[in-house]
T-cell receptor
């Protein structure tokens, strides 16, 4: 079984709709992240959470919100989807060692906003 | 402001030869560097990392070199295999409780027969 799972894997929606992407992990990590990938731009951080009570904005948080329901679950919401939010979305987890922080990624969700 | 740069969007190498992927960074506070490999329809997978206290880290066919004075790192794959064909992302962070990764834009490696 995969350590980091994302649902759905693919989603097509219309402008203005509310969308939720879900992420679950069995790695027991405290830290969780949401990224988006666009062609030619690499991965950009949307939101991150270092524990259940901690939520932080990343570099491109506008238009997104998150919820950390439990240590193992971190969901990303698009309150009113727009076409330029069409992208690949990745969830990641990490276990801070006290010095370094290697992240482990889920398989991604391909979102298309028409 | 792209703090981590991979200036080669693509690279083609023959099977058995060496693949060299390059990465430059501008933030002198970065002190931990990682390489990730990504296949289509999958998430990035961690490949190898290096701390700034080292200038080389090796793991099987993969070696990462760090040149702090030039703010440059490179990933060497020897020998290259067709299964290495993927997009490779360089990432950097600062050590500490609030460390986050900053990713480069990726280099697509094609290993040909």
């Amino acid at each position: 079984d995969a350590d980091v799972t994302q649902t759905p894997r693919n989603r097509i929606t219309k402008t203005g709709k509310r969308i939720m992407l879900e992420c679950s992990q069995t790695k027991g990590h405290d830290r969780m992240y949401w990224y988006r990938q666009d062609p030619g731009l690499g991965l950009r951080l949307i939101y991150y959470s270092f524990d259940v009570k901690d939520i932080n904005k990343g570099e491109i948080s506008d238009g997104y919100s998150v919820s950390r329901q439990a240590q193992a679950k971190f969901s990303l919401s698009l309150e009113s989807a727009i076409p330029n939010q069409t992208a690949l979305y990745f969830c990641a987890t990490s276990d801070w060692t006290g010095r370094t922080d290697t992240q482990y990624f889920g398989p991604g969700t391909r979102l298309t906003v028409l | 402001d792209q703090q981590v740069k991979q200036n080669s969007p693509s690279l083609s190498v023959q099977e058995g030869r060496i693949s060299i992927l390059n990465c430059d960074y501008t933030n002198s506070m970065f002190d931990y560097f990682l390489w990730y490999k990504k296949y289509p329809a999958e998430g990035p997978t961690f490949l190898i990392s290096i701390s700034s206290i080292k200038d080389k880290n090796e793991d099987g066919r993969f070696t990462v070199f760090l040149n702090k004075s030039a703010k440059h790192l490179s990933l060497h794959i020897v020998p290259s295999q067709p299964g290495d064909s993927a997009v490779y992302f360089c990432a950097a962070s600062t050590t500490g409780t609030a460390s986050k990764l900053t990713f480069g834009t990726g280099t697509r490696l094609q290993v040909t027969l």
